[in-house]
C-alpha cells in the first residue's frame, strides 16, 4: 500500500524527501509536511503537519490550553506534543477502495485548516489575556494615556 500511496502522491506533484526511518516529506503552500507509512498496519494513513507550535517553558499551561482546544473542537485533525513543539496529524484507515488523491488532498486541506484554527485559537488567547489584564487593572491604560499627553 505504500508504493500506492507515493505513487498518489508523485501523481499529485509533490516531491517527496526520504527522511529515513521517519517517513516521508513533502511541502505544500510553504509548509513542510509528512506521510509516516506504518510498517505493522499498511492500511494505515498517517500526514503530519510538524512543528505548528513550540512550547514555551513560560506558556506552558497555555500550550496544553491550545492542544485540548484543537483536539475537541476539530474533526479529524488532533494534536499531539512530540519534543518541544505541537504537531497537527490526520489519521485513518484504508479499505482499498478509495481515490487515493482525492483523499490525500482532502488530509492535506484538513491540516491546512487546523493550523488556521491554531493561529485563530492563538490570538483570542492572547486577546483574552491583555482583557483579563485591563480589567485586573483597570487605571493601566488610564496611566498610559496620561504618561503619553504628558
Not at 24 to 43: A, C, I, T, V
Not at 92 to 118: D, K, P, T, V, Y
Request: glycine residues 6%.
Amino acid at each position: 500500500m505504500k508504493e500506492k500511496i507515493l505513487e498518489a502522491f508523485k501523481s499529485m506533484g509533490f516531491e517527496m524527501d526520504d527522511l529515513e526511518g521517519l517517513g516521508y516529506g513533502f511541502q505544500y503552500e510553504g509548509k513542510h509536511y509528512l506521510y509516516m507509512p506504518n510498517e505493522s498496519d499498511e492500511d494505515f494513513l498517517n500526514i503530519a503537519l510538524p512543528g505548528v507550535l513550540d512550547i514555551d517553558d513560560e506558556s506552558n499551561v497555555a500550550f496544553y490550553q491550545l492542544m485540548d482546544k484543537l483536539n475537541g473542537t476539530l474533526k479529524y485533525v488532533k494534536a499531539n506534543k512530540l519534543n518541544d513543539s505541537m504537531w497537527l496529524f490526520y489519521e485513518r484507515e484504508l479499505f482499498g477502495g478509495e481515490n487515493l488523491e482525492q483523499l490525500i488532498s482532502r488530509m492535506i486541506l484538513h491540516l491546512e485548516a487546523g493550523s488556521i484554527f491554531l493561529r485563530r485559537a492563538m490570538a483570542a488567547c492572547e486577546d483574552d489575556n491583555e482583557t483579563s489584564n485591563e480589567s485586573e487593572n483597570p487605571d493601566a491604560k488610564e496611566i498610559t494615556d496620561n504618561e503619553d499627553a504628558a
